[in-house]
Antibody, heavy 122, light 111 residues
């Protein structure tokens, strides 16, 4: 059974970089047709797609965040990571890591992590 | 790339049927049969209910069904139950560089 476990600091200071890591267990991160995604949800608001990465390193970013975001993958550790730079209070959110399956006539988010609350505050 | 448009709220009485719409463009909802619907209860991660417009994952009740016409997809919940009260999000593959996009979300209330 595939599981995704996000981890990172619960509190980040304004203007700093928010780092999160998602560890994948029960399956390989290097599987074809799968993309590893970051999604966030500000308190009381909807889901926002941040971006995703394939195991080969191809990245796809939300244009509204692209200038501040880097998503990377470490296949040796079965992990992928998010860095969000120059954060402000508006970046306070629950951050989810998830797996997107896109292949063979199909495309959907089939596995989610539990979510990590990150608060931006001094 | 804008979010897909959903009504903010939909309500119904137990046993009734409700339908939630999700409107996009020909670059996402209208162009591909890759629309999904997820259910989210407070404090929980979203759960996949419908994928590829009409398909239900194993374990999801057949009271949930999906359809699409043009640039608008729909989720219908029949035989509404108290446990269906939650937020629902549509999502879709998009031909834009971002790859994937969410809807604005709909709060379903069981009266």
């Amino acid at each position: 059974q595939l599981q995704l476990q996000g981890s990172g600091p619960g509190l980040v200071k304004p203007s700093e970089t928010l780092p999160l890591t998602c560890t994948v267990s029960g399956g390989s991160i290097s599987s074809s047709g799968h993309y590893w995604a970051w999604i966030r949800q500000p308190p009381g608001k909807g889901l926002e797609w941040i971006g995703s990465i394939s195991y080969s390193g191809n990245t796809y970013y939300n244009p509204s965040l692209k200038s501040r975001v880097t998503i990377s993958v470490d296949t040796s550790k079965n992990q992928f990571s998010l860095k969000l730079r120059s954060v402000t209070a508006a970046d306070t959110a629950v951050f989810y890591c998830a797996r997107l399956y896109c292949g063979a006539g199909s495309c959907y988010l089939d596995h989610w992590g539990q979510g990590t609350l990150v608060t931006v505050s001094s | 790339q804008s979010a897909l448009t959903q009504p903010a709220s939909v309500s119904g009485s137990p046993g009734q049927s409700i339908t939630i719409s999700c409107t996009g463009t020909s670059s996402d909802v209208g162009g591909y049969d890759y629309v999904s619907w997820s259910q989210q209860h407070p404090g929980k991660a979203p759960k996949l209910m419908i994928y590829d417009v009409t398909y239900r994952p194993s374990g999801v009740s057949n009271r949930f069904s999906g359809s699409k016409s043009g640039n608008t997809a729909s989720l219908t919940i029949s035989g509404l139950q108290a446990e269906d009260e939650a937020d629902y999000y549509c999502s879709s593959y998009t031909s834009y560089s971002t790859l994937y996009v969410f809807g604005t979300g709909t709060k379903v209330t069981v009266l």
